[in-house]
C-alpha cells in the first residue's frame, strides 16, 4: 500500500539514507522525490525541500532552522486554517 496523504519530504543534501546522488555530489529535490517516489500514491503530491550542509539528521544542524521553516511553509500552503 503506498502512501496518498500530502507528503514533504525534509532532507540534508548529505542524507545517503534517503537520496542516492551520484558519489560525491549534493542531494537534490529532484533525485529526492525520485529516490522516494516507489512509496508514494499520486494523492502524496510528493514534495521535498533539501536542507543545505545538512546529513541525516537535520534537526542536529547549526542551521536547522531552515528545515523548520520548509516544514511550517509547506503545512500552512497545504493545510491552511
Known amino acids: 500500500m503506498k502512501i496518498d496523504a500530502p507528503t514533504l519530504l525534509v532532507l540534508g543534501e548529505h542524507d545517503v ?8 555530489s549534493p542531494c537534490s529535490t529532484e533525485q529526492a522525490v525520485s ?6 500514491g499520486p494523492d502524496a503530491k510528493l514534495q521535498a525541500h533539501i536542507q543545505h550542509g545538512a546529513g541525516h539528521d537535520i534537526a542536529l544542524e547549526l542551521n536547522n532552522g531552515q528545515g523548520f521553516r520548509a516544514m511550517l511553509s509547506w503545512l500552512r500552503t497545504n493545510f491552511p486554517l
Open 17 to 24: 539514507l534517503f537520496c542516492k546522488p551520484p558519489e560525491h
Open 35 to 40: 529516490s522516494q517516489q516507489l512509496y508514494f
